[in-house]
T-cell receptor, first 107, second 116 residues
Framework: DAKTTQPTSMDCAEGRAANLPCNHSTISGNEYVYWYRQIHSQGPQYIIHGLKNNETNEMASLIITEDRKSSTLILPHATLRDTAVYYCIVRVDKLSFGAGTTVTVRA | NAGVTQTPKFQVLKTGQSMTLQCAQDMNHEYMSWYRQDPGMGLRLIHYSVGAGITDQGEVPNGYNVSRSTTEDFPLRLLSAAPSQTSVYFC???????????????FGEGSRLTVL
């Protein structure tokens, strides 16, 4: 099963783009990359997912490298409300979520 | 749609007591799972189910039992509560049983359990 690695924390200035990296070097060919975020102690919230093409929705963009071994979640214009823990996972069953990246958006 | 509903939201138990955390979803999802989250940590998978009558263990199953008699419900039972089980518990469900294009997880609001 694929596992992911993410930086522990990162800061971002309000209004600037936040680029969150994730490594998933053992991902299988049919496994999707999923991103979630957790604000305070709420239940995690789905952000976006992708297989090999770049994806964009109203919340974020997802860039997946051609070899699919890593991806980057982009929050195009970070706001204070984007302060959260962001999780990157590649499979839902049998796996726990890692510690994720704690993103702090500063005014 | 109500989505994923967890009850109770808060619970205090004494060591040795038993209780059941309830989880229900109204989205006809086949996949359901339980996680626990301790302070400053990620979500650790306790048990999961890929359909009615089918359950399996996750990373931290000891001290917990589950059953899946219907598609909608996936209760988590603490048989004899211990202080180490003090945590926030999240239930989640997904349309897909193995990730894939429809593997988006929907989470409940969490159940905060304290064992004294």
């Amino acid at each position: 099963d694929a596992k992911t690695t993410q930086p522990t924390s990162m800061d971002c200035a309000e209004g600037r783009a936040a680029n969150l990296p994730c490594n998933h070097s053992t991902i299988s060919g049919n496994e999707y990359v999923y991103w979630y975020r957790q604000i305070h102690s709420q239940g995690p919230q789905y952000i976006i997912h992708g297989l090999k093409n770049n994806e964009t929705n109203e919340m974020a963009s997802l860039i997946i490298t051609e070899d699919r071994k890593s991806s980057t979640l982009i929050l195009p214009h970070a706001t204070l409300r984007d302060t959260a823990v962001y999780y990157c996972i590649v499979r839902v069953d049998k796996l726990s979520f890692g510690a994720g990246t704690t993103v702090t958006v500063r005014a | 749609n109500a989505g994923v509903t967890q009850t109770p939201k808060f619970q205090v138990l004494k060591t040795g007591q038993s209780m059941t955390l309830q989880c229900a979803q109204d989205m006809n999802h086949e996949y359901m799972s339980w996680y626990r989250q301790d302070p400053g940590m990620g979500l650790r998978l306790i048990h999961y189910s890929v359909g009615a009558g089918i359950t399996d263990q996750g990373e931290v199953p000891n001290g917990y039992n589950v059953s899946r008699s219907t598609t909608e419900d996936f209760p988590l039972r603490l048989l004899s509560a211990a202080p180490s089980q003090t945590s926030v518990y999240f239930c989640a469900s997904s349309l897909s049983t193995s990730g894939g294009a429809r593997g988006e997880l929907f989470f409940g609001e969490g159940s905060r359990l304290t064992v004294l």
